[in-house]
């Protein structure tokens, strides 16, 4: 129980802290200010999309490697996708 707890708290921590970072790095980049609120919604959109892509990359990959027999640098290639979709989104998130 102790460690669900503590990954809560680590995921709550973490979303703020991703508020945080994107409000700071939008600011030093000179763009106008939005609410916090807006900031916090368009960061929850972005972790959901990554979290359910990356679940879906996971369940990708073990088909490619377990049910087709494909090897494991190929049934990586969906993760590294989710990789590089989520940085590009974080980019245009703090460009916004």
Known sequence: MSGFIGDLIEGIADFFTDIWVARRQRAHRGRPTRSVGEDAAKVAVLDLQILG???LALICGAVMTLALGLP????V???VAVVV?????????VRE
């Open 77 to 79: 290639l969906p993760a």
């Open 85 to 93: 979709y989520g940085v590009c989104r974080w980019l245009r998130l």
């Open 72 to 75: 494991i640098w190929i049934s």
């Open 53 to 55: 892509l990356g679940l």
